[in-house]
């Protein structure tokens, strides 16, 4: 069963920086996509950036430019590097897994709250 655990969320003023971390136990993903999605109030649920098995990324164009994904398969652990927040970027983050890599995320993470101040 893995289990998934984000953190690094919390208040930044606009144009600031935070990274996300999402630590993954159970078992290892090394052959599996990761990816970040976050969800506004009032929003749906929306896809923020991939990075696949192979190491290859995804970004939304929201994003592009401005936060990074990373893996760190020795720490089964996923990344989100976030620059110039902007106070469109508050949501809940949450990291997820697709294990077979079908495109389908079948584990999710708790979320971790990043609200950014104007």
């Known amino acids: 069963q893995v289990q998934l655990v984000e953190s690094g969320g919390g208040l930044v003023q606009a144009g600031g920086s935070l990274r996300l971390s999402c630590a993954a136990s159970?078992?290892?993903?090394?052959?599996?996509?990761l990816g970040w999605f976050r969800q506004a109030p009032g929003k749906e649920r929306e896809f923020v950036a991939t990075i696949r098995w192979s190491l290859t990324t995804d970004y939304a164009d929201s994003v592009k430019g401005r936060f990074t994904i990373s893996r760190d398969n020795a720490k089964n652990t996923v990344y989100l590097q976030m620059n110039s927040l902007q106070p469109e970027d508050t949501a809940v983050y949450y990291c997820?897994?697709?294990?077979?890599?079908?495109?389908?995320?079948?584990?999710w993470g708790q979320g971790t709250q990043v609200t950014v101040s104007s």
């Open positions: 159970g078992r290892t993903l090394r052959m599996a996509d």
């Open positions: 997820a897994v697709d294990i077979g890599r079908s495109g389908r995320y079948e584990i």
